[in-house]
């Protein structure tokens, strides 16, 4: 603007200005002028020292404007996506930090795999507790409070993680636990906020960007944590990464909503463009339809799903840099570094299966046909690849194959974990709370499993064992999945 001699006033009218900052008439007209005046006043300066004063031109604020003005690109909607993105990065940098430090832990403490099976299992046992019941919590007061109150609470058991693990192995244990309490909420109260944030045709876009903050999270977490760990030693990588939750909730309260209904700062517009395509907004539920919604085969499919393939994404999420240690032989920043490749991998490519998946539905393919493809990749992709480390004995074939896992498993956020919102949005939180509960399950119980038969076997029978699960799945949701709606209004 001052490179052409142009400054743009914006204002609004008296009505909206007054609504938008809730004040009263005379005192609003006054800050109203006063703005006014102020940008006035910014016409006094000179361009080059020619003193010549540029041009004043206004626009009126989105909310006033007429049909067809030009807007700000940005919407309130993105903004939303992109906070609880960043909730997901916190999510999983919180989480994997202890798949690096375990090792220096192991040799510190004198734990032998199975111990440290158990260490790595600990956090699904608080994981666990909350996922049916943080649907619950969010379908009734809202996604905001209960995705705020997960992203504190973990990240205070993240930064007492050190001590607990000098007091002993129970205090260790039940600090991962209470971890695993805060983050289980995360996944039922993003899916309540996105389902009523995100119309229709952007669903799976906006939910494979979201999860992609997890992958992120893992790339960043898996980085940092090695360096961090060989400089300052292993708790440092505790302390840091808690420490982002304060600056993550002093932003989401301040900018987020639980929907666009309450939403301060959205435009009429913008309102009237996600409800049309969104499902109609309800009241909040008082009595959950437990025995409506256990009866249908539609949701044991997602439920039995979901467990499998969370029995072989936190195998690999776990045990990777063990992996790359103990049959690579590979170091600490080593099996740090090449494990954030195949987690680079999935963040990628699970925008991209978004990207898929929602061009396939607005060209008109069948929302059913678009989830069974989408998960049979997630299923399928991973179990080829799982299947070949049997015989590769090189960094690079092993570190390829895992990438290839990654990546295909990342299709899944288009298949299963779009598949809530598609049979029941007023549940939405409600059934992925169900949903990964199984799937907490499979990682309560694989991650323990895997350190009972590294302590008995080899790597190949946790490779089988996933590739069983993954087959299995793979059954289950393409003969009783569907994209179509179960659950339809009141009941």
């Known amino acids: 603007a001052r490179r052409h001699g142009v400054v743009f006033v914006c204002f609004a009218s008296h009505e909206s200005f007054a609504r938008m900052r809730g004040g009263s008439e005379k005192g609003e007209e006054g800050v109203m002028q006063t703005h006014v005046s102020h940008a006035l006043r910014a016409t006094a300066w000179t361009e080059g020292g020619g003193g010549n004063r540029p041009k004043v031109e206004t626009c009126a604020m989105a909310s006033d404007a007429a049909p067809g003005a030009a807007r700000a690109p940005w919407r309130r909607r993105w903004t939303v996506v992109t906070l609880c993105f960043l909730a997901f990065l916190l999510c999983n940098m919180d989480r994997v930090n202890l798949s690096v430090a375990i090792l220096p832990m192991a040799q510190e403490f004198g734990w032998d795999s199975t111990t440290v099976g158990l260490v790595q299992s600990s956090f699904f046992w608080g994981y666990l507790l909350t996922q049916i019941a943080g649907g619950v919590w969010a379908d009734r007061v809202g996604g905001k409070l209960v995705l705020g109150f997960g992203v504190v609470w973990w990240s205070l058991a993240t930064c007492l993680t050190p001590m607990a693990a000098k007091m002993g192995l129970p205090a260790l244990l039940l600090a991962r636990a209470a971890m695993g309490v805060g983050e289980g909420v995360a996944m039922p109260s993003m899916n309540n906020l996105l389902s009523k944030w995100m119309p229709k045709k952007e669903r799976s876009r906006s939910l494979s960007l979201v999860y992609s903050g997890m992958y992120t999270g893992s790339v960043l977490g898996l980085a940092f944590s090695p360096s961090m760990i060989k400089q300052f030693s292993w708790p440092s990588v505790f302390y840091v990464f808690g420490s982002f939750g304060a600056v ?157 896992a990654q990546g295909m498993d990342a299709f899944s956020q288009s298949g299963l974990y779009s598949n809530h919102q598609d049979i029941g949005p007023q549940y939405a939180g409600i059934l992925l709370g169900l949903s990964n509960t199984a799937g907490v399950l499979a990682g309560v119980i694989g991650t323990a499993v895997t350190g009972m038969i590294l302590s008995r076997g080899t790597w190949d029978a946790v490779w089988r064992v996933a590739i069983l699960f993954y087959c299995i799945g793979t059954l289950v949701w393409n003969i009783f999945s569907t994209g179509e709606r179960v659950f339809l209004e009141g009941e």
């Open 248 to 404: 993550w909730i002093y932003f989401w309260s301040r900018l987020a909503s639980s929907n666009p209904a309450v939403d301060p700062y959205i435009s009429a517009e913008e309102r009237q463009y996600i409800l049309k395509d969104a499902d109609k907004p309800r009241d909040k539920i008082t009595n959950v339809p437990w025995k409506t919604i256990l009866l249908k085969k539609e949701v044991w499919a997602i439920i039995i799903s979901h467990f499998c393939h969370n029995w072989g994404t936190f195998i690999l999420l776990t045990w990777m840099p063990s992996y790359y240690n103990q049959v690579l032989g590979l170091d600490l920043m080593r099996s740090g570094i090449f494990s954030v490749l195949p987690w680079i991998t999935m963040a990628v490519m699970v925008n991209v299966g978004g990207w898929i998946a929602d061009t396939l539905v607005n060209k008109g393919v069948s929302v059913t046909i678009v989830r069974k493809t989408m998960q049979t990749i997630g299923f399928m992709g991973p179990a080829l690849c799982l299947a070949q480390l049997s015989h590769i004995t090189t960094v690079p074939g092993a570190v390829l194959c895992m990438m290839g």
